[in-house]
């Protein structure tokens, strides 16, 4: 409890040196019209799923940089720009590459896409989450840690399926201790941090 209360007092400090929550939403505005401008400029290049899915990540990843707003519609508007662009970004990415992986004549090809797929849109997930959802950087509980268990359990599922399967895989020992060294990597980046 004692934890708790001096990881709200430290973040709490910087609050007199942040401007206030009409600043703070001017400037996101003012950066969102010049990021809007800029990609329909560049949608003819893009297309208009890419140039979407490009306006959603620009926005996630600025929008905890000018909203410092500890109220509950900011925590929420941050987490349906996480969603959006994670349903944007995983959709892309199995429109693109699952054609051409079931289309391929390798063996294992659709299987390894696919673990390798589910890697990176978990990879995704908790980096968005981080970035926008900073303040559950630092909790640390029962339920956060079997979090990490299950999202670490099925990361290294999917590491071992890409590592060992298909045309010329990694021998087993080899693919095993890989999918493992991968996954304690993404074990730490996911487990809570002290941010003082």
């Known amino acids: 409890m004692a934890e708790k209360i001096r990881l709200e007092i430290l973040e709490r ?7 206030v929550a009409s600043v703070q939403v001017a400037l996101f505005c003012i ?4 990021v809007t401008g800029l990609i329909y400029h560049f949608a003819g290049v893009l297309g208009i799923e890419n140039a979407i899915l490009v306006w959603f990540i620009v926005t996630t990843l600025i929008y905890p940089v000018f909203i410092k707003i500890r109220a509950r519609p900011a925590l929420v508007l941050g987490f349906v720009l996480l969603g959006a662009t994670v349903v944007g970004a995983s959709y892309l990415m199995v429109a693109y590459f699952l054609p ?17 797929l589910g890697a990176c849109i978990l990879i995704i997930v908790v980096y968005l989450f981080h970035h ?3 303040i559950y950087r630092f909790v640390k509980n029962k339920w956060v840690y079997l979090f990490d268990a299950i999202l670490s ?9 890409f ?4 045309n010329q895989p990694l021998p087993f020992p080899w693919s095993v201790l890989g999918a493992l060294g991968l ?3 993404f074990a730490w980046a996911v487990l809570p941090e002290r941010p003082f």
Do not use: H, N
């Not at 400090?13 to 401007?19: I, Q």
């Not at 950066?31 to 010049?34: A, D, H, K, R």
């Open 13 to 19: 400090m910087d609050e007199a040196y942040r401007p």
């Open 183 to 185: 996954t304690l990597l």
């Open 153 to 161: 359990v099925l990361f290294c599922l999917a590491m071992y399926v």
């Open 31 to 34: 950066i969102e019209l010049v």
């Open 132 to 134: 926008v959802a900073s």
């Open 100 to 116: 051409r992986a079931a289309t391929a004549e390798e063996p294992g090809a659709l299987i390894r896409t696919i673990a390798l």
């Open 163 to 166: 590592l060992g399967w298909g």
